[in-house]
């Protein structure tokens, strides 16, 4: 491959590299090559990019740790979807999207979690594990350092991940069910917290 910079012969490096492109600094690709000049110019080659965004917002809705808004931002994207677009699902303003997604403002548990689903139901996923295991996990780790995701070209190739054809809506009978289980959630968790201050006396 020629340099689109100065038209030399690039090398091609075959490893594990940052997904820059996902605006995310823990995601790291594997096996995908990249094409490096002398004059400092760096391609990387990725085939089939949807259906690797597509894999990469379903793992991280899948993460046990909370969103961050760079993660938002790319899920957001990934949906399709307009911050006006994005903040009429969740039922905040946009200008809460945008502070979000600049890291300005944490969102509340609650929405973190109205994100997951509204996601999970783009994907085509249910929300079973999400409130079940996931969630509470993030939850119990809020505050701590992210897991790296890796993905490897493999993991995107498979055939069987179809990107999704049109994003898919939540009702607001699902957000109410959702919402009434994180409640509960998160009155268990201030119970548990209690009485482990407790133990402590
Ligand atoms: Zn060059």
């Not at 075959?14 to 997904?19: L, M, N």
Request: with cysteine.
């Amino acid at each position: 491959m020629k340099c689109p910079q100065c038209k030399s012969e690039m090398a091609a490096i075959t490893g594990r590299h940052r997904y820059k492109g996902s605006g995310l600094d823990h995601v790291f690709l594997t096996d995908v090559e990249v094409f490096e000049c002398s004059c400092g110019e760096r391609l990387m080659a990725l085939p089939r990019v949807k259906d690797l965004n597509a894999l990469l917002g379903r793992k991280l809705i899948m993460q046990p740790s909370l969103l961050g808004g760079e993660e938002i931002r790319f899920l957001r994207k990934n949906m399709r979807l307009k911050a006006k677009d994005f903040a009429d699902k969740i039922g905040v303003q946009q200008s809460t999207v945008s502070r979000w997604e600049k890291g300005k403002q944490q969102p509340d548990i609650h929405v973190d979690f109205v994100i997951r689903a509204l996601c999970a139901a783009h994907y085509g996923l249910g929300a079973k594990e999400l409130i079940d295991v996931i969630w509470p996990e993030a939850l119990k780790n809020a505050g701590k350092e992210k897991p790296k995701i890796e993905l490897s070209k493999a993991d995107w190739m498979e055939p069987v991940l179809e990107a999704p054809q049109k994003p898919a809506s939540i009702s607001e009978n699902d957000i109410e069910i959702i919402a009434a289980r994180v409640s509960q959630l998160v009155a268990d968790r201030m119970k548990n917290d209690f009485h482990e201050t407790r133990d402590d006396l």
